[in-house]
T-cell receptor, first 109, second 114 residues
């Protein structure tokens, strides 16, 4: 079983729509969770950390479900600039990040 | 100055060549990483240096040889590569003082092995 699994998509949504997707992780001892964003042919960049109580950053909402071992990302009022691959990242209490293969989101006009 | 820089951005090499990838971070971090990203696959951690000591070597073939001369610079020396080594090689840096910290990535070197 992969450490981190994501639905690869693509999720094709119109501007203004809401899109949400999940990521599951296999290590129940995982402690920290992140969503990174990677644009085509660019490097990954941190989008947001995911906290136990859930957190929002503008149009982005992240949730953590430890019991079912998944995290989610919801994007409200999608913009064309949200088109990217979203990488789920999970780590224990050290430097090693485990990456998912990414979920591709395409927002169309 | 950009946080993490990598050179070259693109590299084409034959299987008998020797080349080196360079990474430099200007963020004052003390941990640096090499990742390999192949199409449609998760990033694969190759090497980790913390405080200039190699702390991770994820069963990477010996044709990849890392070097970390100081906390700001990281190299990946390449020799006798195979076509399946063609990928995007990403360098990253972070703080290494316990706990999980955001990693900052360089733009990557897109490597093609002929």
């Amino acid at each position: 079983r992969k450490e981190v699994e994501q639905d690869p998509g693509p999720f094709n949504v119109p501007e203004g729509a809401t899109v949400a997707f999940n990521c599951t992780y296999s290590n129940s001892a995982s402690q920290s969770f992140f969503w990174y964003r990677q644009d085509c042919r660019k490097e990954p960049k941190l989008l947001m950390s995911v906290y136990s109580s859930g957190n929002e950053d503008g149009r982005f909402t992240a949730q953590l479900n430890r019991a079912s071992q998944y995290i989610s990302l919801l994007i409200r009022d999608s913009k064309l600039s949200d088109s990217a691959t979203y990488l789920c990242v999970v780590t224990g209490n050290d430097y090693k990040l485990s990456f998912g293969a990414g979920t591709t989101v395409t927002v169309r006009a | 100055e950009t946080g993490v820089t990598q050179t070259p951005r693109h590299l084409v090499m034959g299987m008998t060549n020797k080349k080196s990838l360079k990474c430099e971070q200007h963020l004052g971090h003390n941990a640096m990483y090499w990742y390999k990203q192949s199409a449609k696959k998760p990033l694969e951690l190759m090497f980790v240096y913390s405080l200039e000591e190699r702390v991770e070597n994820n069963s990477v073939p010996s044709r990849f040889s890392p070097e970390c001369p100081n906390s700001s610079h990281l190299f990946l020396h390449l020799h006798t590569l195979q076509p399946e080594d063609s990928a995007l090689y990403l360098c990253a840096s972070s703080q290494a003082n316990g706990g999980a910290h955001e990693q900052f990535f360089g733009p990557g070197t897109r490597l093609t092995v002929l």
